[in-house]
């Protein structure tokens, strides 16, 4: 592995690339049928990220498929006023994406469905895009592991998107993000996302993720035993694996939210440069919404590295940006730096 943590990028813009979706935010016990009523929110992984990042002064250009009509235009102006470079995305296709999610959730409740076969962005193939015009002052790519759960076409041009970046000398990170829900298309996470992190030089995860989409084992007990130090120390043999079988890779990133008795617990680990870090517990008895945590604690990682702060520094802001993300409805952050900062960790 190479030794040297990410080396400081103070100019260049940030790219995000996903797929952009609506989610209708159904209240579960079906009043939303009497009312006629559903609250529909943008986002999608990956421009959450952007979002969040704009927020925070680091400049943002978010990267998508749409179709060429009269929404999409709403859509890129809205995105827009975000801050966030949104006015050449590629244009071709029918539909936008969305997926049903009952309000409070959690992404991966019985109650999530999708709605993305034949959107614009799942119709991507390889070819289609200018890379060299999409990363035009870019300095770095992120991605998620949810876009090549769609098929294998889309999994193919977010490899061909990791290796054109990689040429070009911009930094990558992933999101392992594992959606069961998705992955239909005859293939299984492990064959199609070790090809995407060969490329990349930022993976945040958790340790059950990367059993499922890299192939790296979680003892059967651990849940059991229920133990920190056991979840930390699988945390370490997970990055240090990741580290070793894909060489490019600097920073590994695990993160760890537990749901117990109405209340919930919060932390996080990093590994970067032989070095290991994890941060205390935070704790909260209620929370107003589960969505887009991980991809602020993701945005976290990325400002940090972007701005040349330290592992430590970068994983305490990344860890309390996303812990403060629960306790905002909406798919995205809204809470500046300094809020952040100075949020609590227990709620």
Known sequence: MNKQTLNKRDSGRVLCFGELLFRLGLDSSGEWLAQNQVPIFVGGAELNVATALALWDVPARYYTALPDNYLTDEIVEYIKAKGIDAGDIYRHGNRIGLYYLAKGADIKNDSLIYDRAGSSFADLKPGMIDWDKVFAEVSWLHLSAICPALNQNVADVCEEALIAASQRGI?????????????????????????????????????????????????????????????????????????????????????????????????????????????????????????????????GLIYGFYNGHSPAETLQFATKAAFDKLFIDGDATNRTVEEIKNSHTER
């Open 171 to 299: 930094i990558t990170s992933i999101d392992l993000n594992y959606r069961s829900k998705l992955w239909k298309y005859g293939k299984a996470p492990h064959e199609v996302i070790p090809a995407l992190v060969e490329h990349c030089d930022v993976v945040m995860g958790n340790i059950w993720a990367s059993d499922v989409m890299l192939g790296i084992p979680v003892e059967e007990n651990i849940v059991e035993i229920d133990q920190k130090d056991n979840y930390l120390q699988a945390a370490v043999k997970t990055s240090e694996y990741i580290a070793e079988k894909y060489p490019k890779c600097k920073v590994v990133a695990n993160t760890f939210r537990f749901d117990k008795d109405g209340s919930m617990n919060y932390y996080t680990a990093l590994y970067t440069g032989g070095e290991h870090y994890n941060t205390k517990d935070h704790t909260a008895g209620k929370i107003v919404n589960k969505v887009g945590s991980g991809d602020c604690f993701m945005a």
